[in-house]
């Protein structure tokens, strides 16, 4: 059925297209019009109007100087036809110029009501569609996980019909490196430890598979005898539980990301710090002769996230740089990179602040790009907007901004046709999830966490939960259930 709300929204849109294409062709003929003008005067004929020139002088005889010319007459003052004709060119082409920029900022400003109408539209579609569970309200706690250890991430996988968490430890409680993570698994109902995992420093990891086998990559970012130099770890599913498969070299590595191209598989570490700079490269490995190589360095600066992501068949990463250590400054831009067919080239730069993750989601034909800004070195102040970017005309363009304070983890998920995004605040003690309502961000709950960094969502068959990991081993890990 359809609702009075959603038709009144798309008689705007037709409103607003419908400006938007006369606009648009307004701004063509303009335009033409213009080229046409500026054509003409570039060809015409420069006046000949002036002085006639004076005869030439006489030859000198043996030796002696000629006789100097005649005096040229003098030239009359006059405005010629074609100066004139030159003139109202040149008015016409500034009349014209004006009311092509006119259009142009009317052509922009249209083009984002119909983008922000469209995205109300989607709202309402995507509200309608789920009338069965639009009773969604909150999130229960179902279960915590005793404190022993600092825990930057968590991240659930399945393999074949059995499901997993895996929590990440970076301390100990002596504030040891060399510590264990944890592989739970997880009924729907409670989890259970599995496995353990000898790492260092652990920070983020990632589940992915290859030629059916599984594999979990963890990035390490601090030894405890090797510091930032410490290698990260690729761990191999034997069937019954995760066994060491390859280490391979990073610095101090905040992040790692799998995606594939083709037939090619890759794993991207974000490269934090060396153990003396924070300008390092991160690092594209490409599994080749199955194990991985090193493919492609990328230029960062304290590289702490990474996201890999399609737009009309295009490959491209979004790489967070949080501080360089050149100008002493977390302000400076993070990079999109293209995938060429060879290697990633930059793309596009945006301005962050001390930024700690990036998410990418899409909402119907949508595709957001969000930045978590912690701090702003110029203000010395951890309260900074988080910026969100949407794509539009083959870029990122800026959407929306989102008050936060300090700012550590994003994770974009979507409960019942529901889209939202969770906002850890590390400064301010507490996450709040917001809800994209058409072209608008609206708080739709919030949680008092204590120094969390990171949140994740995962499905399981019906049910949506959600897992929230502080970096305090005071503080125990929480897994949630949303109730709908």
């Known amino acids: 059925y359809f609702t009075s709300e959603w038709l009144t929204q798309q008689m705007m849109l037709f409103t607003v297209a419908a400006s938007f294409i006369l606009c648009f062709l307004s701004d063509s003929s303009i335009t033409a019009k213009a080229a046409t003008a500026a054509g003409q005067l570039q060809t015409a004929s420069l006046p000949q109007c002036g002085a006639v020139q004076g005869a030439p002088g006489r030859d000198g005889r043996d030796g002696r100087e000629g006789a100097k010319g005649e005096k040229g007459e003098r030239g009359n003052d006059c405005l010629c036809e074609s100066t004139q004709q030159n003139d109202v060119l040149r008015q016409e082409i500034l009349a014209l110029k004006k009311t092509h920029y006119e259009l142009e900022k009317l052509f922009t400003r249209q083009s984002n009501k119909v983008h922000e109408l469209e995205l109300q539209l989607a709202f309402y579609q995507s509200r309608n569609s789920h009338q069965d569970c639009e009773s969604v309200q909150y ?3 179902l279960q915590s996980i005793p404190a022993a250890y600092q825990c930057y991430e968590t991240l659930a996988f399945f393999i074949d ?29 409670q ?28 990035a390490n970012q601090n030894g405890q005898t ?16 995760f066994t060491v498969f390859q280490s391979v070299g990073t610095l101090g590595a905040w992040d790692v990301e799998y995606f594939s191209i083709g ?22 490995y490409i599994w080749r002769e199955e194990k991985f190589q090193l493919y492609q360095r990328i230029g960062t600066k304290g590289a702490t996230a990474v996201k890999h992501f399609l737009v009309d068949g295009e490959n491209y990463l979004a790489v967070c740089n949080h501080y360089s250590a050149a100008s002493s400054s977390h302000n400076i831009n993070s990079k999109i990179y293209r995938w060429s067919g060879a290697q990633f080239e930059l793309f596009q730069s945006i301005a962050t602040y001390g930024v700690y993750d990036v998410e990418v989601w899409r909402e119907g034909r949508f595709l ?11 203000k010395n102040s951890h309260q900074i907007n988080s910026e969100v970017y949407m794509w539009r005309s083959g870029r990122f363009h800026h959407f929306r901004g989102i008050a936060t304070n300090g700012a550590a983890g994003l994770n974009a998920f979507t409960v019942c046709g529901k889209n939202l995004l969770a906002i850890t605040n590390h400064k301010a003690g507490k ?10 961000f609206r708080e739709y709950d919030q949680l008092a966490t204590s120094r969390v960094i990171h949140v994740v969502t995962f499905h399981r068959h019906n049910d949506t939960f959600t897992i929230i990991s502080p970096s305090s081993n005071s503080v125990a890990t929480r897994l949630y259930q949303w109730i709908y």
């Open 139 to 141: 999130m229960q706690e």
């Open 161 to 189: 019909d059995t499901q997993y968490v895996a929590v990440l430890t970076h301390l100990d409680n002596n504030s040891k490196r060399d510590t264990v993570s944890v592989i739970y698994e997880f009924d729907g109902q």
């Open 191 to 218: 989890i259970v430890r599995y496995q353990s995992l000898r790492t260092d420093g652990a920070y983020a990891g990632q589940h992915f598979v290859i030629d059916g086998e599984n594999y979990l990559a963890v």
């Open 226 to 241: 090797l510091g930032h130099r410490v290698k990260s770890v690729v761990y191999k599913w034997d069937g019954r539980k």
């Open 263 to 284: 037939q090619e598989h890759f794993l991207l570490f974000a490269n934090h710090h060396d153990g003396s700079s924070h300008d390092v490269d991160s690092y594209v």
């Open 368 to 378: 957001f790009l969000a930045f978590a800004n912690n701090y702003n070195t110029a």
């Open 431 to 440: 996450t709040v999830i917001y809800e994209l309502t058409g072209s608008e």
